[in-house]
């Protein structure tokens, strides 16, 4: 979102003063960087829910595929370890999609209606801004009709003019000084809008985190072998290892 004034020539009077304008681009600038914040944050939240879903799924793919094996028909052990991993797998996937669907309604909804709500105020802005260059416009043809000579043609023209000017003058008056007072609210209510989104969002993890302890804990018991280390483990890996490659159709030429 950005702002670019637009450019005409300037009356001789100040008609906004400078600390007025100040405030307001101060005001519109932090607004502008809501913006960006908000849609930011709500596409790295979809990415992130996407990735979510895409792993438990790729995980239960994979148990799925080696409870498949015929491995597993040949050897009972192997079919109760799988058959674990496929059931954990299965319901890390259904806490996943619990979370998921919980961020996308309280987490992402509410960005998303929270980002619907800037082209509206772009617009009053917008508008505030083409009614300041009426303003400008008018005032400078005021100010063209009060340094000539006050003739009566030219006094009819300067009063058609300043009958013009009143009427823009007070709009922009209006538009400005309503923009101004509300700005600032609608930029302090974002605290008090996305608190609740954010407790839920990590209220929903904690949830998830504390159910995939419970989920593979049970699943370690149910596949640990007592009294092996991951040291004595990987030896015996590289013991069966090297019995394979012992074997005359894998051995080197």
Not at 87 to 113: C, G, H, Y
Not at 125 to 134: A, I, Y
Request: glycine share 2%; aromatic share 8%.
């Amino acid at each position: 979102m950005s702002w670019i004034p637009f450019k005409i020539g300037q009356p001789k009077k100040q008609i906004v003063p400078k600390t007025v304008e100040r405030d307001f681009e101060r005001e519109y600038g932090k607004l502008q960087q809501l913006e960006d914040q908000t849609k930011k944050l709500q596409k790295d939240m979809k990415k992130s829910t996407d990735a979510d879903v895409a792993m438990s799924k790729s995980a239960v793919k994979i148990s799925s595929d080696l409870l498949s094996n015929p491995l597993c028909e040949q050897d009972p052990s192997f079919l109760a370890m799988v058959t674990a991993l496929d059931t954990a797998m299965k319901r890390m996937d259904s806490f996943n999609q619990e979370k998921v669907n919980q961020i996308q309604k309280t987490v992402i909804e509410p960005l998303k209606k929270f980002s619907s709500v800037f082209p509206s105020l772009n617009m009053a802005v917008k508008r505030r801004e083409q009614t300041l260059q009426d303003y400008k416009r008018l005032q400078s043809k005021v100010e063209k009709y009060e340094e000539k000579e006050k003739t009566g043609p030219i006094l009819a023209k300067l009063h058609q003019a300043r009958e013009e000017l009143r009427p823009v003058k007070e709009d922009f008056e209006a538009k400005n000084k309503q923009l101004l007072e509300e700005m600032p609210k609608f930029y302090s209510s974002r605290i008090d809008y996305f608190e609740p989104s954010f407790e839920s969002l990590i209220r929903a993890q904690v949830v998830y985190y504390t159910e995939m302890h419970k989920i593979f804990g049970d699943l370690t018991e149910q596949i640990d072998e007592p009294g092996l280390t991951d040291e004595q483990r990987e030896k015996e890996n590289e013991a069966k290892l090297s019995e394979l490659r012992a074997l005359s159709i894998v051995a080197d030429d």
